[in-house]
């Protein structure tokens, strides 16, 4: 399949205006074209991103040291004439002669052009009104593009920039003017398959301003690009959107529909995503799309359901097991956990400068060096026990061999451990405290190894975050300490504190007493009801 040159949009040589009303009269103002490159009548007026209905595009452009410009009253013209008028600058300066195609050679059957001045061989001056011109100048630019997309494409190909393939033969000139049939209004669309050459019929090019999905998913990710998003958020978006790409089957993104978002869902539920993951990632896709003025598409019950599932926590007893069956080097890891209420990631990178023995607290702070940065872009302190701290002292004493990063949990190579969680479950194995019952995502029963799912490493911060609100810890304090960008996300915890003298209530209440009373007059488990 021949590749296509992809022309610029409206190269650097050629600008687009519209002449709108502003506060100080009528003003030719650039354009700012959408992520998709269309145009929705947004301008940078001084500086201000505006909407402007009204008035008309222009385009600019320089021309042996002159400053022109042509208006172009049919706007849906505007983006495909940018795009020819710029492919004419490239050919001028790469030397291929236009003025072969002057429109004199061409009119004689035709009613004149009224005062079309020419640049070339495109006249766009004035504003065109007939039918007969408006013909005239589709023929001319097919017979232009064609040239000058050959010309481009050989210009690249020896430069390197593309693979070199023969060309496609301009077609004979008696085609490119097909007789007009009577009260013949060329379209848009009509310009467009004009100006194809008959070979590509098959490849199906969408026409260069429509928007294709991949087009405008391309520019989009490169909006997103880190460091404007993590690169992780960014991986996550471009797997979500090439992931629709590939699967939609449609190839605009003005055609994409409710349908089609569905349609992705239900592919994200067969490759075995969860709802939560579902919901996530169909919400990339409206973002996208929302940026393509298209919202709406989904009710709020095509989103998928979740539930929240409730926060696990570590009972008193399950910890002391499990400190008891760890080594000193194991302890102090989990303990650590269990006193910091510390994500993962935000141990594993803890260096022994964020412990200060003298504040008796634990920072969390970016490591530049490693690629780490606290998560919500905050660092923070969180207190300790002493303790804790004595621990520590004591464990640092332990291990003064050479530690690049200076990490206090580090692997053996001196690298942030991926793998602590793992070697948490590993613990619980072989103390036997696994529950027994459960299977993990990858089919692995706990009852038969290091599986289990009772045991993992965010259980440490829930057990902590409710540990503290028990013991009064305000909200606002706790927050800080979980390093929370909003309050929301601490106050969950609050669901599960103050349970204490719960049952004492429970068990005294009249609907207590009548379910005692119930069990009681009830016949024994297996005793058979006399005739
Ligand atoms: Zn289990």
New binding site residues.
Partial sequence: MPRRVDSPRHGPQVNILKKVRTGQGWRLCPVVRETNGRLRDRVRVGGRIEVHAEGVYYLEWREEGRRLRAAIPNSVEVIERARLKSLELEARQTGVNLDAFRPERRTESLTPVPRARSYGGISVEPPLNSDASRLLLTGIEACIQERVEAALHSRLATTGVIDAEPETPPRAQTELLPPPPEGYAPSHRRRLELSRPPESNGTSDPPEDAGTIAQSIDAYLKDVEPPQREPKTYEEYRNVLYRFRDTCKKELVKDVDRKDCLEFMRHLYSIGNEARTVYNRIGIVQQWLRLNDITGLLHGRDKPNFVTNMREMYQPEDLEALFKACDAEERIRYLFFLLTGERDKEVRYTAWSDIDFNRKCVRVTAKKQLGFKPKDKEEREIPVPAALLDALREYKARHTEFNRHDLVFPTSEGKPDKKLENKLKRIACRAGL?????VSKFGNK?SEGPY???WFLHKFRHTFATTCLEEGVSIRTLQEWLGHSDLASTMVYLKYVGRQGVHEIIDKSAMAELATNAFRSMPAPGATLSA
């Fill in positions: 696994n529950c027994g019952r459960c706990c289990c799912g009772k």
